[in-house]
């Protein structure tokens, strides 16, 4: 079983930069394909990078070039650096793992790929 607790949320200005990190407990962690999501107000959970256990990484095209996915083995730590971060990045930022062949496949990045999910953190940008 795989626990995740996510943190460095906050509120920012367009254009600054956020890190978050997640923190997993769990046997299953290492051999999972590991991502971050996020949900706005009245939208769906979309998927927004992913990384597997060889460091590959895959990002949607609405993030590509400001967010970047990586992980800390080490520490069992899964981050996401977020520059340039625009208004319309607001939304509740989780991480989560797969073990489904072909989850770290993407764009598009399939929700229902992941199995194991953290509570969230809240990240604001205003204009």
């Known amino acids: 079983q795989v626990q995740l607790v996510e943190s460095g949320g906050g509120s920012v200005q367009a254009g600054g930069s956020l890190r978050l990190s997640c923190a997993a407990s769990?046997?299953?962690?290492?051999?999972?394909?590991k991502g971050w999501f996020r949900q706005a107000p009245g939208k769906e959970r979309e998927g927004v990078a992913t990384i597997d256990t060889a460091g590959n990484t895959r990002a949607a095209d609405s993030v590509k070039g400001r967010f970047t996915i990586s992980q800390d083995n080490a520490k069992n730590t899964l981050y996401l650096q977020m520059d340039s971060l625009k208004p319309e990045d607001t939304a509740m930022y989780y991480c989560a793992t797969s073990g489904v062949s072909g989850a770290c496949l993407g764009p598009p990045i399939r929700t229902t790929y992941f199995g194991a999910w953290g509570q969230g953190t809240q990240v604001t940008v205003s204009s």
């Open positions: 769990g046997y299953a962690y290492r051999r999972a394909c």
